[in-house]
């Protein structure tokens, strides 16, 4: 198996929660799958721990994705790192991966995650999952900042004070508000703090692509794996798509 080509023109495809179509989401395996393809960035999700640490999860618990059910924000880091996630292949019906040949199935930390993007120079699509304390934002920015990628990050959130404080904080930082939907008001929200757009895939027109794009705002789209739907989207212009399995 693997990634699905389609005709994208100048659009960038976002490996979401790492090359999640052929490796378990948001693990150690999905990162490294999608920094050795052409994926111009790869999306992934952050929780705080209990204990102050930042690691990768899409859920508030782990038990979709994991051997064990907790809560990560509820949590110390290293109660959360002993945990195994499933290996997607047995999922699938294969023959299951034992936990003892698949080390690399822990829970990363934002740490690692940054580090395998700047190994294979991707740009890093970072959402923060919750609404964050703002000293735990700057923690992030400056742990981000310490391993010499701060630049190549572009933060999301469905939060908007999120994306508020990062704007006050990094003025000339890529930042951009998801949605599930586009209305004025978000137009408006985008204007004032100087947001792209990341909004379901669905929501969007060709029009109204076009009417962001006047108003010098890019759109990101999410989550788009039918190739005959990506490659229309790309055909409107749309800046970004993240994907599962297209390439």
């Not at 999860?57 to 038990?63: F, V």
């Not at 064990?68 to 999922?91: F, M, N, P, T, W």
């Not at 904080?169 to 204007?191: C, D, M, S, V, W």
Request: charged share 30%; glycine share 6%; with cysteine.
């Amino acid at each position: 198996m693997d990634t699905i080509r389609i005709n994208k023109g100048s659009t960038r495809m976002i490996a979401h929660r790492g090359l999640s179509g052929l490796e378990t989401e948001n693990s150690i395996p999905a990162f490294v799958a999608a920094g050795n393809r052409s994926y111009y960035g790869v999306e992934t999700d952050t929780h705080v721990t209990r204990d102050g640490r930042f690691l990768i999860l899409h859920d508030d618990s782990t038990g979709r994705v994991a051997q064990e059910d907790i809560q990560v924000e509820e949590s110390d880091y290293g109660l959360v790192r002993r945990i195994r996630l499933k290996d997607i292949c047995h999922a699938a019906g294969a023959e299951p991966v034992t936990l003892e040949d698949r080390q690399d199935l822990v829970i990363p930390s934002l740490e690692e995650y940054i580090c395998i993007c700047r190994k294979y120079g991707k740009i890093c699509v970072l959402e923060l999952k919750n609404a964050f304390l703002p000293e735990d934002i700057r923690r992030m920015v400056e742990e981000i900042r310490s391993l010499g990628y701060l630049e190549q990050v572009v933060f999301i959130s469905f939060f908007l004070d999120n994306m508020i404080f990062l704007r006050e904080l990094l003025p000339g930082q890529e930042l951009y508000y998801l949605t599930n939907e586009y209305n004025a008001g978000i137009r408006e929200a985008l204007k004032q703090y100087r947001l792209g757009l990341d909004v379901y895939y669905k929501a969007l027109t060709k029009e109204v692509v076009e009417e962001l794009h006047r108003d010098g705002i890019p759109v990101n789209c999410w989550t788009c794996d039918n190739r005959e739907d990506a490659e229309r989207l790309a055909g409107w212009g749309v800046d970004f798509i993240t994907t599962n399995i297209l390439e």
